[in-house]
Every structure is written in structure tokens, then in C-alpha cells.
């Protein structure tokens, strides 16, 4: 790792489907730790959905945002992000349903669970059309840009991908 710019990498997990507020609360701590050049919270609308954005999360979010934190966020699912490798979503995607059947159109059998995700290669099936993925998230991005609404499909998945380009 002598030519990288990457100097110091650690990988953490948190549970399976955490709820934002833990993803954040952990971010938030492993940035205050200073260990890192840059954090970054993965979520979707789901994890939201869950907890409801009340002062709390607003307030978790601010000092996120304060400490310079990234976020790869995608709405209402993260299946979004794997639709985008796909094609551009013509039109807004409600809930995470509705977007496994976008999705499924082009994965055939694809499902949250964890027995199929755990031996589905979806890496190696998205990998291949990550440009695509890049260009179509940030298109999605132009077009929100635009808009007022915010009950719109969106994803920033492609800013960490991005990121991670740059260090290789």
C-alpha cells in the first residue's frame, strides 16, 4: 500500500439491518476517534422508515454533517443503487417492494433474504456495469437537483464509489 493514498483502512459492521440512529451514533464515534481520513454512512429510506426522522436524528445528522461526514444514501431502498446499474428509474419508487420489482426484472430471483444475498454473487453480477451505475446515479442526482419534491427516487451511492476510484 506504499503508492496508495489510502494510509490507514479499518473495516466495522454493524448489525444486519441497524436502524440509522446507531449507524450515525457509530460514525459519529469512530470520527470523534480521528482514525480515519474520511467516514461514511451507508443507509436507506428504509432504516429511516423505521425510526421516523424526529430531533434526534435531525440532531445526529447535523453533527455528522459538522464533522464532515459523507453519506451514500439511497431512497426508499438500496435497491435503487443496484437498479442504476441497470437503467435510470422512469418514475418514483415508493418502497423498497416496488423496487425489488424494477430490479427483478433484471436479477431474476432477487431477494432481501439473508440465506439468498449470501450466495447470490451480487457483486460480481453489478460489477460489470458499475459506469453505468456512476452515470445513471449521478444523472438521478442532476434530475432531483431540479426538482422541489423530495418524494423522488434518489441515490448518492456513486459518491462513495467515486472516493474509492480516487484512493486506487
Known sequence: MENSKLKFTRYFSVDFNPSVKTILETAIRECKAGA???VWCVFDGDAIGRDGINDNLKSLFNEAKNLGM??????PAFEIWFLLHYEMPKHFYENQSEAIKGLQKHI????I???WLSCASLYSKLKPQLKIAIANSERLAEANAKRDSKDSTRCNVHKLFCEIRKIN
Open 36 to 38: 480515519f481520513d474520511s
Open 70 to 75: 459523507h453519506f451514500a444514501d439511497s431512497f
Open 108 to 111: 431474476i430471483g432477487y431477494s
Open 113 to 115: 433474504t439473508k440465506k
